[in-house]
C-alpha cells in the first residue's frame, strides 16, 4: 500500500473516530455512563494516534522525495536541506491543517488525561466540544484538501521547492510557535463550554483552562516575536511590523487572550466579570478561527498567506456562524449562573484599572480586525454593485481599497501607550477603593520617574512627540515594577536577615504569579522602549560603486565591493560594506541578495546588521549590475531596536514563572 493511500486512509479513520468520539461523549454525560465517557476519552487519544501517523507519513513523503504527491512536489525539492524538507510539512496549505490537527489532538488528549479526574463533570462535555473541532478539521483533509492527492498522469520528476522566504531558521520556529498558541486555546473554549453545559460556572473551570490560556499566550507571544525578527532580518525593508493580514491574524487573539489573563484576577478576587470571561474565552477561540480563515481562503491579499480557496472560505464561514450560535446561545442560557458577586466599588481601584485595560484590548482587537477585512469588505462590494446594479445603483461600486502601515499606525499609537500607562497605574492601586494618601504615596516616584524622563529628553533636544510620550510612560512603569519589587524585598529582608538576591529570589519563589506578571511587566517596557527609538529612525536608499561612501547619521558607509557565488541550491551575490565611524572600522556588513535555482523569479534579501544596545547600523542591497558594480542599498540607523528582542526575552522569563504558578488562593496569588 503506498504512502499517499495510508495517508488518506489515516484521516479518514480519524474523521470517523472523532464524530464517534463526540457522540461517545455527548451521550455518555447525558446517561452518566462511565463505559461510554471512557470511549469518548478513548477515542480522543486515539485521534491523536492517527494525526499522528499521517503526520509522520507526509514527512517521510518529504524525505524520501515522493513527488507523486501534490503537496510534496509543490512545497519541496530534492536541492532542499533535510530540516527544510521537514518544515515544508506545514510549510502549505495543506500540511498546516494537518499539522494543525496533529496539535490539536495531542493538546486535547493531554488536557482531558490531566483533567479526568479532578474535573469529572466537565471533562467528557469538554471531549464532546474538542471532537468536533477534530472532526471538523479532519472533514478539510478529507473532503477538501487532502495533503496525500495523487498526481495521476505524468508525475513530475522534481519538486518546486519551498517558498525561498521560508527557508529562514525563524521559520522553521515561528509558525510552530503561533500554531502552538492559536490549537491550544480550544482547551480553554471546551472547558468554558463545558462549564456552561454542566452550570458548573465558578472556580473549576477557571482553574481548568488558566495555566493552558497563559501557555497559549506564551507561545502567540513568542511567534509574533520571531515574526517581526524573521521579517526584519529577512525582508530588507528596515522594519519589523508591517501590519500584515497574516501578522494581525496572531495578532487579534493575543489581544483577547491578555486581556482574560488579567480579568480572570477579577473574578478570582471578587466573583465579577464571570461573563466578560467566559465570552472572552470564545472570542479568543473563535479569532484563532478567523485568522485561520483569512490566511488560508484568500479573503485577504498577503505576501505569506495561502492563496485562494472559495470552498475554504465558505466552509470556514459556516463553522465560526455555528460556533457563536452554539457558544454564545449557551452563555445566554446560563446567565442567571453567571451574575456577579461583587461590585465595582471606585474607579480608583484595580478593578476599574482592569476593566478599561480589557475595554481597550478589545477595541484594539477590533479595530485591527476592521481594518485588516476592509479592503476585502470594499472588493465584496464591487462585486454585489456590479452583479446587481439596479439593486444597489445608488452606491458607488469605487475600487478595492488598500490600509497600510501608516493608518495602523495613527490609531494603534494613542492605544498602545495607553495600555502602557495602565501597565503602570494598575498596580499602583488597590482592590476595592484606594485611599488619597495611599494614592499621593503610590503615584509619586512613578510620576517624578516620568516628568524628568520626559524633561531630560527635551534638553538633548530629542523632541518627536510620540518618543516623549512613549520614553516618559516606559520611564513611569519601569518606577511602578521597581517599587513594587523594593517593597517586598525590603517586607523580607525586615522578617528575616538575608541578602537583598536571597530576598528577591525567595520573593519570586513565594509568589510567582504576581511578580512573574510583574516580569512581563518589565519586559512590555523593554519592548516598548525599543519601539520609541523609531521615532529618531534615518533612512536613505542610495545606489553605490564599489569604493564610494555615503554619510548615515554618525557613520560612513563604504562600499568596498561584490562577489558572486553559487552553492548546490542557489546563486548568491553578496556585497562587502564598511561601517566607519570617526574614522574607526566597527564593522564589515554582508547584505545579498540569493536567487534559488528552483524559483529564480523569487529573489531572496539577506540583510546584514551591525549591532550595539543603542541602536542598528542595516543595510539590504535590492539591484546590483554585475558589471559595472552599482549597487542599489537602502541604509538604516534604527535606535534600540534590540532592545525589542531584549525586552521580549524578559517577558518569556516571566511568563515562565507564571506558568510555574501551582494553584490559586482566590486573591490572584499562588499559595
Known amino acids: 500500500m503506498s504512502i499517499a493511500t495510508l495517508g488518506t486512509a489515516s484521516i479518514l479513520l480519524l474523521f470517523v473516530l472523532s464524530l464517534a468520539g463526540t457522540g461517545f461523549s455527548a451521550i455518555g454525560a447525558a446517561r452518566r455512563s462511565e463505559r461510554l465517557i471512557e470511549a469518548g476519552l478513548q477515542s480522543v487519544y486515539a485521534s491523536f494516534g492517527l494525526a499522528a501517523f499521517a503526520s509522520a507519513l507526509i514527512i517521510y513523503a518529504f524525505v524520501a522525495g515522493d513527488y507523486s504527491i501534490q503537496y510534496v512536489q509543490k512545497t519541496s525539492d530534492a536541492a532542499m536541506p533535510l530540516f527544510y524538507k521537514i518544515t515544508s510539512f506545514w510549510g502549505g496549505l495543506d500540511g498546516s491543517m494537518l499539522f494543525w490537527v496533529l496539535l490539536h489532538t495531542l493538546f486535547a488528549s493531554l488536557a482531558l488525561h490531566a483533567n479526568r479526574d479532578r474535573h469529572r463533570e466537565l471533562v467528557p462535555h469538554a471531549a464532546a466540544v474538542l471532537s468536533v473541532i477534530t472532526a471538523f478539521f479532519a472533514g478539510l483533509l478529507l473532503f477538501i484538501k487532502d495533503p496525500f492527492s495523487l498526481y495521476l498522469l505524468d508525475v513530475p520528476s522534481q519538486g518546486k521547492g519551498l517558498n525561498p522566504l521560508l527557508q529562514n531558521l525563524y521559520m522553521i520556529i515561528h509558525p510552530p510557535s503561533l500554531y502552538l498558541g492559536y490549537v491550544s486555546l480550544a482547551v480553554p473554549y471546551a472547558f468554558g463550554m463545558a462549564a456552561l453545559i454542566t452550570g458548573q460556572v465558578d472556580a473549576a473551570w477557571q482553574r481548568s483552562v488558566r495555566r493552558w490560556t497563559l501557555f497559549s499566550w506564551m507561545f502567540l507571544t513568542f511567534g509574533l516575536i520571531l515574526g517581526g525578527l524573521w521579517a526584519y532580518e529577512e525582508l530588507g ?108 466599588e471606585s474607579v480608583l481601584s484595580r478593578e476599574f484599572a482592569f476593566l478599561v485595560n480589557n475595554w481597550l484590548f478589545l477595541v484594539a482587537a477590533i479595530f485591527v480586525l476592521g481594518a485588516t477585512m476592509w479592503p476585502t469588505f470594499t472588493e465584496w462590494r464591487m462585486i454585489l454593485a456590479e452583479r446587481y446594479p439596479d439593486w444597489l445603483a445608488w452606491q458607488d461600486p469605487g475600487e478595492r481599497v488598500t490600509i497600510g502601515a501608516p493608518f495602523f499606525n495613527r490609531y494603534m499609537r494613542p492605544l498602545g501607550l495607553s495600555l502602557l500607562l495602565l501597565t503602570g497605574v494598575g498596580p499602583l492601586l488597590a482592590w476595592r477603593k484606594t485611599s488619597q494618601v495611599n494614592l499621593v504615596k503610590q503615584f509619586l516616584g512613578p510620576l517624578i520617574a516620568g516628568v524628568v524622563t520626559v524633561v531630560a529628553l527635551l534638553v538633548v533636544g530629542l523632541g518627536s512627540p510620540w518618543g516623549l510620550a512613549c520614553f516618559g510612560l516606559c520611564a513611569f512603569t519601569f518606577w511602578t515594577i521597581v517599587q513594587e519589587f523594593y517593597r517586598g524585598v525590603a517586607l523580607r529582608r525586615r522578617q528575616r536577615p538575608q541578602s537583598v538576591l536571597d530576598a528577591l529570589i525567595g520573593l519570586v519563589l513565594r509568589a510567582r504569579r504576581r511578580y512573574g506578571g510583574y516580569i512581563v511587566h518589565l519586559g512590555v517596557v523593554l519592548m516598548f522602549f525599543g519601539w520609541a527609538g523609531n521615532a529618531y529612525k534615518i533612512e536613505r536608499k542610495t545606489t553605490l560603486r564599489p569604493g564610494d561612501t555615503t554619510e548615515l547619521g554618525d557613520y560612513v558607509i563604504r562600499h568596498d565591493g561584490l562577489r558572486a557565488t553559487e552553492d548546490w541550491q542557489k546563486e548568491m551575490i553578496t556585497a562587502h560594506i564598511a561601517v566607519l565611524k570617526d574614522g574607526e572600522l566597527k564593522s564589515t556588513l554582508l547584505p545579498a541578495r540569493w536567487w534559488y535555482f528552483q524559483l529564480p523569479e523569487q529573489p531572496t534579501t539577506e540583510v546584514s546588521r551591525y549591532m550595539t544596545f543603542g541602536e542598528d547600523v542595516y543595510v539590504s542591497i535590492q539591484e546590483v549590475d554585475m558589471s559595472t558594480g552599482w549597487t542599489q542599498m537602502s541604509l538604516y540607523i534604527n535606535p534600540l531596536v534590540n532592545w525589542i528582542w531584549f525586552g521580549f526575552a524578559v517577558m518569556l522569563a516571566g511568563s515562565l514563572i507564571c506558568v510555574g504558578t501551582r494553584k490559586s488562593d482566590g486573591t490572584g496569588e499562588e499559595s
Open 237 to 344: 525593508w528596515g522594519g519589523y511590523w508591517a501590519w500584515d493580514p497574516v501578522e494581525n491574524a496572531g495578532l487579534l487573539p493575543w489581544f483577547t487572550v491578555t486581556a482574560f489573563l488579567h480579568s480572570i484576577m477579577i473574578q478570582e478576587r471578587r466573583g465579577m466579570m464571570k461573563v466578560w470571561n467566559v465570552s472572552l474565552v470564545i472570542v479568543s477561540f473563535l479569532l484563532t478561527i478567523v485568522g485561520t480563515f483569512m490566511t488560508r481562503s484568500g479573503v485577504v491579499q498577503s505576501v505569506h498567506a495561502f492563496g485562494a480557496d472559495p470552498v475554504l472560505a465558505w466552509t470556514f464561514g459556516a463553522f465560526m456562524l455555528a460556533i457563536v450560535l452554539f457558544s454564545f446561545g449557551l452563555v445566554i442560557w446560563r446567565l442567571p449562573l453567571l451574575r456577579s458577586r461583587g461590585e465595582l
